[in-house]
T-cell receptor, first 114, second 113 residues
Framework: NAGVMQNPRHLVRRRGQEARLRCSPM?????VYWYRQLPEEGLKFMVY????????ESGMPKERFSAEFPKEGPSILRIQQVVRGDSAAYFC????????????FGQGTRLTVV | RKEVEQDPGPFNVPEGATVAFNCTYS??????FFWYRQDCRKEPKLLMS???SGNEDGRFTAQLNRASQYISLLIRDSKLSDSATYLC??????????????FGKGTLLTVNP
């Protein structure tokens, strides 16, 4: 089992560009969560998706951020028109059911906005 | 008040020392409690769950006091490999679901030779 795979591991974007972060859940997991860790901060919940559905996006900024988990392919976290404050580590987790306690985390994508 | 608050740290201890981490949480309806470990620039990994009766896993002991909304982690005979950031994590049940994890900021531990 390859575990939760995120790519890229590191991403550098200029202000105003778009960032696309990908997450392939563990085999057999249909529940995906995205968390953001700002420098010197704890992980903060962003969004919870289950195949083709957004269940809870209460932690996601209302503008510029979107997430999807299509029927086929990885989950995508998309950040449009990035700003310096978006620089952070973005972690994806997956679970076989909607229980966060069973979630395994990927290695994260470190986004740097220059 | 922050949802999950931890000792700010950092903690620097010699090998073999005993070190204790403290954590408080604000939501009295919180359901489940955990300690995670996060190595530098890596993902968080579950270290252990925390139960009201207290639980032990080798050199690690976790305690929960629901009345005080307080969680602790004790590491005995610390090793160099214990150096990491320790995250206090709470899982709240809301709307019939328990998918959301709330993390503390973490406490950095460095074990020195």
């Amino acid at each position: 089992n390859a575990g939760v795979m995120q790519n890229p591991r590191h991403l550098v974007r200029r202000r105003g560009q778009e960032a696309r972060l990908r997450c392939s859940p563990m085999k057999g997991h249909s529940h995906v969560y995205w968390y953001r860790q700002l420098p010197e901060e704890g992980l903060k919940f962003m969004v919870y998706l289950q195949k083709e559905n957004i269940i809870d996006e209460s932690g996601m900024p209302k503008e510029r951020f979107s997430a999807e988990f299509p029927k086929e392919g990885p989950s995508i976290l998309r950040i449009q028109q990035v700003v310096r404050g978006d620089s952070a580590a973005y972690f994806c987790a997956s679970s076989p059911s909607g229980a966060g306690t069973e979630a395994f985390f990927g290695q994260g994508t470190r986004l740097t906005v220059v | 008040r922050k949802e999950v608050e931890q000792d700010p740290g950092p903690f620097n201890v010699p090998e073999g020392a005993t070190v204790a981490f403290n954590c408080t949480y604000s939501n009295s309806a919180s359901q489940s409690f955990f300690w995670y470990r996060q190595d530098c620039r890596k993902e968080p990994k579950l270290l252990m769950s925390v139960y009201s009766s207290g639980n032990e896993d080798g050199r690690f002991t976790a305690q929960l006091n629901r009345a005080s909304q307080y969680i602790s982690l004790l590491i005995r005979d610390s090793k160099l490999s214990d150096s990491a950031t320790y995250l206090c994590v709470v899982n709240d049940r809301s709307g019939g679901s328990n998918y959301k994890l709330t993390f503390g900021k973490g406490t950095l531990l460095t074990v020195n030779p």
